[in-house]
Nanobody, 127 residues
Framework: QVQLVESGGGLVQAGDSLRLSCAASGRTLTFSRYTMGWFRQAPGKEREFVAGISRSGGSTYYADSVKGRFTISRDNAKNTVYLQMNSLKPEDTAVYYC??????????????????WGQGTQVTVSS
């Protein structure tokens, strides 16, 4: 089993930045064997893909809505994945979730392709 804990959310103004972190833990965890992703869910909307990163960190993929503003990265020595969010917009307001899967080496962007999920962290962007 893998436990994921997100942190770093909060209330900010449009144009501000936030960095989300997701710490992974587990008795037999080898973090570098997990593809990682960030998803978000706004009120009344379905959960959507935001960004994904391969096991090594060498490949990343972004939703068009965040491309050029968000950056996903990982530190395998710290069992942590990050989401740097710049130039935040009110439409970025959502609960942000990190997800993990050991089944793939490359980036995945479908929620069904992930096996473990965190409980989420709220990001609210005021105009």
């Amino acid at each position: 089993q893998v436990q994921l804990v997100e942190s770093g959310g909060g209330l900010v103004q449009a144009g501000d930045s936030l960095r989300l972190s997701c710490a992974a833990s587990g008795r037999t965890l080898t973090f570098s064997r997990y593809t990682m992703g960030w998803f978000r869910q706004a009120p009344g909307k379905e959960r959507e893909f935001v960004a994904g990163i391969s096991r090594s960190g060498g490949s990343t993929y972004y939703a068009d809505s965040v491309k050029g503003r968000f950056t996903i990265s990982r530190d395998n020595a710290k069992n942590t994945v990050y989401l740097q969010m710049n130039s935040l917009k009110p439409e970025d307001t959502a609960v942000y979730y990190c997800a993990a899967s050991p089944r793939w080496s490359g980036v995945r962007y479908g929620s069904s392709e992930y096996d473990y999920w965190g409980q989420g962290t709220q990001v609210t962007v005021s105009s």
